[in-house]
């Protein structure tokens, strides 16, 4: 399997724009989260899904994050309007049955100027 | 919520040498313990985890032991190795949660 995968890798935008981070999960994997990391706040989880339905998002900054996972191999991070203090990286992971042994994707790093 | 704390915050070690890392929890339910690797640039990866039911577990040349009375648990890597140069990170989660709650991360560095 080739693991956890994102796209894009490297992303740098604007103040006030619209980032989307895209992740696919490990064929097979029924649990899928979003985090954040940053110097200051170390790794945070934003929200995480089951069998495609988010469960949590309890960890989202803001009205400005939403994700979605359309199907079990595709999920979405989108900032809408996107600001400075976004500015981190932002990792998918996935397991199977629950929040044991998750797989790291590995990341997109994100810059907003 | 589980709340993870992690010492040292920057280790460094002679090449050879062992380095030891300390992860305290605060919830009593708390049955996995999992370790993450961190290498520059790149996701963290798991290294080895334990659930409440053990006290160790070693994997070549790292182990985790886990005191559940006093709520600590701590990773040993011996005969330490430039390659083992990361930052490493504890996690806990009780059974009634699905979310990991990590420590702050441990920079170790190993010295040629």
């Known amino acids: 399997d080739a693991g956890v995968i994102q796209s894009p890798r490297h992303e740098v935008t604007e103040m006030g724009q619209e980032v989307t981070l895209r992740c696919k999960p490990i064929s097979g994997h029924d649990y899928l989260f979003w985090y954040r990391q940053t110097m200051m706040r170390g790794l945070e989880l934003l929200i995480y899904?089951?069998?495609?339905?988010?469960?949590?998002d309890s960890g989202m900054p803001e009205d400005r994050f939403s994700a979605k996972m359309p199907n079990a191999s595709f999920s979405t991070l989108k900032i809408q309007p996107s600001e400075p203090r976004d500015s981190a990286v932002y990792f998918c992971?996935?397991?199977?049955?629950?929040?044991?042994?998750?797989?790291f994707g590995p990341g997109t790093r994100l810059t907003v100027t | 919520g589980e709340n993870v704390e992690q010492h040292p915050s920057t280790l460094s070690v002679q090449e050879g040498d062992s380095a030891v890392i300390k992860c305290t929890y605060s919830?009593?339910?708390?049955?996995?313990f999992p370790w993450y690797k961190q290498e520059l640039g790149k996701g963290p990866q798991l290294i080895i985890d334990?659930?409440?039911?053990?006290g160790e577990k070693k994997d070549q040349r790292i182990a985790v032991t886990l005191n559940k009375t006093a709520k600590h648990f701590s990773l040993h890597i011996t005969e330490t190795q430039p390659e083992d140069s990361a930052v490493y990170f504890c996690?806990?989660?009780?059974?009634?949660?699905?979310?990991?709650?990590f420590g702050a991360g441990t920079t170790v560095t190993v010295r040629a």
């Open positions: 899904f089951n069998n495609n339905v988010p469960i949590d």
């Open positions: 992971a996935s397991s199977y049955g629950g929040a044991g042994e998750q797989y």
């Open positions: 996690a806990a989660t009780p059974p009634y949660d699905y979310k990991l709650s």
């Open positions: 919830d009593s339910a708390s049955n996995y």
């Open positions: 334990i659930r409440s039911n053990v």
